[in-house]
């Protein structure tokens, strides 16, 4: 039980196109989700958390114009690139909490931005 | 803000070594969790503890809450087990966000 699905995993675009990513729970209600990237050889840094129905809160840093996040039903929520630039190219992982503190993450999708 | 160490940095074993691999963090918490990501892959959840030991397969975590530690063990490693390892920490209130050390990556050869 709790999986968690991203589509695509990888994806290629051009610069200044915008890119649409997935991340669905599969078999069970995320109360919330969270949106990380990812450098080579560097840790998680969360982007933003989000709750099903309201808005997302973006981290310090993070600009919510350009990494657009909906989470419009309890198993799916989508992070939108937009005007993508080659400095956007990461690996861009979400991971979904139903109650308590247990995350589940997803295998990571990997954007890159030619 | 918790800071989350992880040590060592860098692992390398021989197949059939014990692997243990150390997490301190600075201030209370509510969940610590041990995660594994493989090369260009994504990320799995090994354990959640907040107390004690758990076990699984051939994995063991630790966490000692007064020291602020906790020890993720590997027994009878194997070349599969090469992934680097992530401990990350919950410290409670409403967000639910973690914390992320910066990785073990382990390497069991053959």
């Known amino acids: 039980g709790a999986v968690v699905s991203q589509h695509p995993s990888r994806v290629i675009c051009k610069s200044g196109t915008s890119v649409k990513i997935e991340c669905r729970s599969l078999d069970f209600q995320a109360t919330t989700m969270f949106w990380y990237r990812q450098f080579p050889k560097q840790s998680l840094m969360l982007m933003a958390t989000?709750?099903?129905?309201?808005?997302?809160?973006?981290e310090q840093g993070v600009e919510k114009d350009k990494f657009l996040i909906n989470h419009a039903s309890l198993t799916l929520s989508t992070l939108t690139v937009t005007s993508a630039h080659p400095e956007d190219s990461s690996f861009y992982i979400c991971s979904a909490r139903q109650t308590g503190y247990e995350q589940y993450f997803g295998p990571g999708t990997r954007l890159t931005v030619t | 803000k918790n800071e989350v160490e992880q040590s060592p940095q860098n692992l390398t074993a021989q197949e059939g070594e014990f692997i243990t691999i150390n997490c301190s963090y600075s201030v209370g918490i509510s969940a610590l969790h041990w995660l594994q990501q493989h090369p260009g892959g994504g990320i799995v959840s090994l354990f959640m503890l907040s107390s004690g030991k758990k076990k699984h397969g051939r994995l063991i975590a630790t966490i000692n809450i007064q020291e602020k530690h906790s020890s993720l063990h590997i027994t009878a490693s194997h070349p599969r087990d090469s992934a680097v390892y992530i401990c990350?920490?919950?410290?409670?209130?409403?967000?639910?966000?973690?914390?992320f050390g910066k990785g073990t990556l382990l390497t069991v050869n053959p």
């Open positions: 990350a920490a919950n410290s409670g209130g409403s967000n639910y966000k973690l914390t």
């Open positions: 989000s709750n099903e129905g309201s808005k997302a809160t973006y």
